[in-house]
C-alpha cells in the first residue's frame, strides 16, 4: 500500500556534478520525474547539452557553472537555483574524483584534490543550502559515499578517508536536525569517467579491469529516485548498490 502522504510535487534538485556519470545518470532520471534539476559541474558545455536535451523532453532544467572546491562558487550554484526556482528540496552532493594510488607513491597533490572536492566540496554544499532549508522548515540532502567508505583497499587509502569522512559527517547532520532528511548513497563499481581521474598507470589498469563488472549508472540515479520520493516523515539514510557480482 502506498503510504498516505506520498506526494509526486515536483522538487527542486541541485545534483553537483551533473556532466558525466552518477550525477548525469540522476538529472536524467528526476527531470523525466518531473522534478527540476540544477546541474553543476565545471565542464559546463555538457551541461547546456544536458539541459537541452532535458527540456527538449519537456523537462525542466537549469544548468550553471560549478567548482564545488570554491565555497562562493557553491552559493552562486545555490543561489541561481534560488532565483529561478524561489526553493530548494533536494541537494545531491556527487561530485568527485578518485585519483587512486599507493600511499608510497607520494601523489600529494592527488590526496589534496580527493580531500577538496570529495570532502570540502560536500561540506560547501552543506553549508550553502543549510540556512535554506532551515528557513523552509524542510530539506533533503543526498550524499554520494561510495563501498569504499565501508571498507579500505590498498590503492584506495584517501579516497576511502573522504568517503568514511562523508558517511560520519551525514550521520552527524542527521542526527542534529529534526527537519532534514539525510541519505548516504554508497555505489559499488559504477559505469563513469571517475577512473580517467587515476594517474598512476598500475592502478588504472588493475581498476578498468574491475570495471567489466560495473552496473549502469542510470542504478544509482534509480536509488536516489526512491530516496526522495518518499513521504516527508521517511528519512531513507543509507543505501549500497553494488554488482552482483562484486565482491
Ligand atoms: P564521473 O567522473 O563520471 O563524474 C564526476 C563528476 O564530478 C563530473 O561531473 C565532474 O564534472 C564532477 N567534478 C569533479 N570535480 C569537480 C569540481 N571541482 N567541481 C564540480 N564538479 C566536479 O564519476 P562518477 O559519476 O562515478 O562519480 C560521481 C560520484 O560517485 C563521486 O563522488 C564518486 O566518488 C562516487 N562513486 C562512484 C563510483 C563508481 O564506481 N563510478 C563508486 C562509488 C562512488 P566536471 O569535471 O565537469 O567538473
Known amino acids: 500500500m502506498t503510504h498516505p502522504s506520498t506526494t509526486a510535487a515536483p522538487k527542486t534538485v541541485l545534483v553537483t556534478g551533473a556532466s558525466s556519470g552518477i550525477g548525469e545518470a540522476t538529472a536524467r532520471r528526476l527531470a523525466a520525474a518531473g522534478h527540476h534539476v540544477v546541474l553543476g559541474a565545471r565542464r559546463v558545455e555538457r551541461l547546456t547539452v544536458l539541459a537541452k536535451e532535458i527540456e527538449g523532453g519537456g523537462g525542466s532544467a537549469l544548468p550553471y557553472p560549478l567548482d564545488v572546491t570554491d565555497p562562493l562558487s557553491m552559493r552562486s550554484f545555490v543561489q541561481a537555483a534560488l532565483d529561478r526556482y524561489g526553493r530548494i528540496d533536494v541537494l545531491v552532493n556527487n561530485a568527485g574524483v578518485m585519483p587512486l594510488s599507493r600511499l608510497d607513491a607520494l601523489r600529494t597533490d592527488e590526496w589534496d584534490r580527493m580531500i577538496d572536492v570529495n570532502l570540502r566540496g560536500v561540506l560547501h554544499g552543506i553549508a550553502a543550502v543549510l540556512p535554506v532549508m532551515t528557513a523552509q522548515g524542510a530539506g533533503h540532502i543526498v550524499n554520494i559515499a561510495s563501498v569504499s567508505g565501508l571498507r579500505v583497499d590498498p590503492t584506495a587509502a584517501v579516497y576511502s578517508a573522504t568517503k568514511h ?81 562484486q565482491g
Open 165 to 245: 569522512a562523508v558517511r560520519a559527517l551525514s550521520e552527524g547532520l542527521r542526527q542534529e536536525s529534526r527537519h532534514l532528511r539525510v541519505t548516504v548513497i554508497s555505489p559499488g563499481l559504477t559505469r563513469s569517467e571517475l577512473v580517467d581521474t587515476i594517474a598512476d598507470q598500475d592502478t588504472k589498469e588493475a581498476v578498468t579491469g574491475q570495471m567489466a563488472l560495473a552496473i549502469p549508472a542510470a542504478a544509482i540515479g534509480e536509488a536516489i529516485h526512491y530516496a526522495i520520493t518518499q513521504p516527508a516523515d521517511v528519512d531513507v539514510n543509507e543505501l549500497v548498490i553494488r554488482p552482483t557480482a
